[in-house]
């Protein structure tokens, strides 16, 4: 049972690269997110899925795409990387049921740094 | 919008004190109270957690608290260890899918 994984650990772009982040679980949690982490700033959401072939909006959703074509998988992409991308992605996923009320915490891949130069 | 608000930023403790961090939320409809440890490169691990129909939980030396008129919750760690030393996150779910984290304090436990 490997819980959430993400794939690269590290990463450096040039500004206007793309690339594709992945995040694979496999606990069958409906609930998955991406969270970035910078200094001072905790955690913010860019994107979360509800379920597979769903994808919404987090509070900074700017310059970033999501797609869940698979339950297991949430693939995070930046299309043009700039240097006010450069932070700390964590993956997470979440067993909550939320029309049922049912809300539990998340589990957390370990994160992929990138830097964009 | 829907804000949760943490503090301190940071904490230094001696070895075998307690050590309290406490967090505010803004939306009343928040119901989840997750708290999380994050030590150094490591990602964030969920350590306890409360429920809007709970004033407090206990587990071993941690503990949470709930005042939901004050809308604020708060952690509590006893006889502090040095591997307690880490950032602890407090977050709030909005009763939606969104959870909101507060930015994080940083604790030092000196041996």
């Known amino acids: 049972n490997a819980g959430v994984t993400q794939t690269p650990k590290f990463r450096v772009l040039k500004t206007g690269q793309s690339m594709t982040l992945l995040c694979a679980q496999d606990?069958?949690?409906?609930?998955m997110y991406w969270y970035r982490q910078d200094p001072g700033m905790g955690l913010r959401l860019i994107h979360y899925s509800v379920g597979e072939g769903t994808t919404a909006k987090g509070e900074v959703p700017d310059g970033y795409n999501v797609s869940r074509l698979k339950k297991q998988n949430f693939l995070l992409g930046l299309e043009s990387a700039a240097p006010s991308q450069t932070s700390v992605y964590f993956c997470?996923?979440?067993?909550?049921?939320?029309?049922?009320?049912?809300?539990?915490?998340?589990?957390f891949g370990s994160g992929t740094r990138l830097t964009v130069v | 919008g829907e804000n949760v608000e943490q503090h301190p930023s940071t904490l230094s403790v001696q070895e075998g004190d307690s050590a309290v961090i406490k967090c505010t939320y803004s939306d009343s409809a928040s119901n989840y109270f997750p708290w999380y440890k994050q030590e150094l490169g490591k990602r964030p691990q969920l350590i306890i957690d409360i429920r809007s129909n709970v004033g407090e939980k206990k587990d071993q030396r941690i503990a949470v608290t709930l005042n939901k008129t004050a809308k604020h919750f708060s952690l509590h760690i006893t006889e502090t260890q040095p591997e307690d030393s880490a950032v602890y996150f407090c977050?709030?779910?909005?009763?939606?899918?969104?959870?909101?984290f507060g930015a994080g304090t940083r604790l030092f436990v000196k041996a």
């Open positions: 977050a709030a779910n909005t009763g939606g899918f969104k959870t909101i």
């Open positions: 997470a996923s979440s067993y909550s049921n939320f029309a049922q009320g049912d809300l539990y915490g998340y589990t």
């Open positions: 606990m069958n949690h409906e609930y």
